[in-house]
Structures are given as structure tokens and as C-alpha cells.
């Protein structure tokens, strides 16, 4: 299977699932990264949409 690495899931050669990796994020920690470190940097999304997705994990993971 091809493996699908936009641009904007990295920045200065590092990519969000290596952060994601280091630090032994969970399923919702590791979203909230990637939508963080994403947001407004997709093209033809608005960076409060990838903003509040991180929030819904966020929330979720308070809940656990």
C-alpha cells in the first residue's frame, strides 16, 4: 500500500505522526496534535475547522 504523506503533515522535515510516535500519544492526543499542527496549512480548509476538530478530541480525552 502507497503510503500518503501530504506537505502539510510536516514542517521543517519533521513529520506530526513522528511527534505523534515520541511522545506515545494516544488515539485522541495524537488527533489533537495532528489537527494543531495542520490547521491552515490544508489547502481549501479554514484553519478554525481543523481548530475545532482538535478541540473534540481534546474534550474526549478529558472524559476518559
Do not use: H, W
Not at 492526543?29 to 476538530?53: M, S
Request: glycine share 8%.
Amino acid at each position: 500500500m502507497e503510503e500518503i504523506r501530504p506537505d502539510y503533515y510536516k514542517s521543517n522535515g519533521i513529520e506530526t505522526i513522528d511527534v505523534i510516535e515520541a511522545f506515545d500519544l494516544n488515539f485522541n492526543l495524537g488527533n489533537v496534535i495532528k489537527y494543531v499542527l495542520r490547521a491552515g496549512k490544508k489547502q481549501g480548509e479554514e484553519k478554525e475547522k481543523d481548530l475545532n476538530k482538535a478541540c473534540f478530541y481534546l474534550k474526549r480525552e478529558g472524559k476518559r
